[in-house]
């Protein structure tokens, strides 16, 4: 395998890791021109998904462009999967060969049917060299681009990314930096001392759940937020099916900066008022006098993940390369 120096590689993980969040963040520009915000969780779960995998497939390609990531990664597991046991390989054959034989008694089955149309399935008989040789064409590039993008999105989760991370903050909603363990049970009444207490806790560990700017743990630098909010609560309860059934809408408070808290008292009271949150250095909403501070406490490791999955790739293939010297 042809060595690549670890400077180039750097400067590929650190170029793809540029492109992604550069991407993630007008994806986010453009969700919020388009008033895609979680205020419409289905909707923006799906704009998220697409700012999530045009980042992965914008910051994959720079990577490739620079150090040839594709190809490595292809070689690398191709070489590595050449060190599967004999006998587990064995097992695979038989199991391939069991499906085969079932296959072909359903074909049978289907012809005696007279429907003549049966497609020839032979998934598993498909071999690794024909797998990769498809990876690595530079005329169907769509299983590459399609593991990129699975591959990142398992990444992306792992790094604690959520369904609506990548998506604009509504303050009349829970936003994209909740968390359910940074939350707890709330009533209508106002939190108490011991629960403002836990709430900065909670702030400091996961930060606002609007903007995602982290503080110190000074009660007084946290808000905690009712969601649904006090007033859209009581509107909601006096719906005569929730009055008649006793059930009442069921409130958490969430973990809230004194800027966001100050954002959402003039979009409860008004209507008109701007309440959505977007989560870069250009935002439409950043704390005050400390935008740059703020844009830094609200960086999370999944913003990374674009360069993180190239700076895998890389290491997967220089970790081959080591064990190729060493045989």
């Known amino acids: 395998m042809r060595k690549h120096p670890l400077g180039q590689d750097f400067i590929a993980t650190a170029a793809a890791t540029s492109v992604f969040y550069t991407s993630v963040s007008l994806g986010q520009s453009v969700q919020f021109a388009l008033g895609i915000n979680t205020g419409r969780p289905v909707i923006a779960a799906a704009a998220s998904f697409l700012t999530l995998a045009s980042g992965l497939l914008l910051s994959w390609e720079t990577g490739d462009a620079l150090c040839g990531c594709t190809d490595r990664c292809a070689s690398s597991i ?26 072909s008694v359903t074909r049978n089955f289907v012809s005696r049917l007279g429907t003549g149309v049966y497609p020839e399935i032979s998934v598993l008989r498909s071999s690794g060299p024909e797998f990769w040789r498809r990876w690595r064409s530079k005329e169907d590039k769509t299983l590459s681009r399609t593991a990129v993008v699975l591959s990142g999105l398992l990444l992306f989760g792992a790094l604690g990314g959520r369904r609506l991370s990548l998506t604009p903050s509504n303050v009349r909603s829970i936003g ?24 900065a806790e909670m702030g400091h560990r996961f930060g606002c759940h ?44 969430f973990p809230h900066c004194k800027a966001c808290s100050i954002v959402q008292s003039a979009a409860v009271r008004s209507r008109s008022s701007p309440a ?14 400390r935008a740059i501070k703020g844009f830094l406490g609200s960086v999370r490791a999944y913003h990374l993940t674009g360069g993180v999955l190239v700076g895998a790739a890389v290491s997967f293939d220089h970790a081959a390369d080591s064990r190729g010297s060493v045989r």
């Open 78 to 103: 191709r070489a590595s999967t050449r060190a599967i046991p004999r006998a587990f390989a064995v097992k695979i054959d038989e199991a391939t060969a069991a499906v085969d034989r079932q296959l």
């Open 210 to 253: 609007t903007c995602g700017t982290r503080q110190s743990l000074r009660v007084a630098g946290w808000v905690a937020d009712h969601q649904p909010a006090r007033k859209y609560a009581r509107e909601a309860n006096m719906n005569l099916w929730r009055r008649l059934t006793g059930r009442k809408i069921k409130q958490r408070f």
């Open 176 to 199: 994209a930096f909740a968390r359910q363990e940074g939350s707890f049970p709330a009533t209508m009444a106002y939190a108490s001392a011991a629960q403002r207490k836990f709430v």
């Open 276 to 289: 959505v949150v977007t989560h870069h250095l250009l935002g439409q909403h950043n704390p005050s006098s």
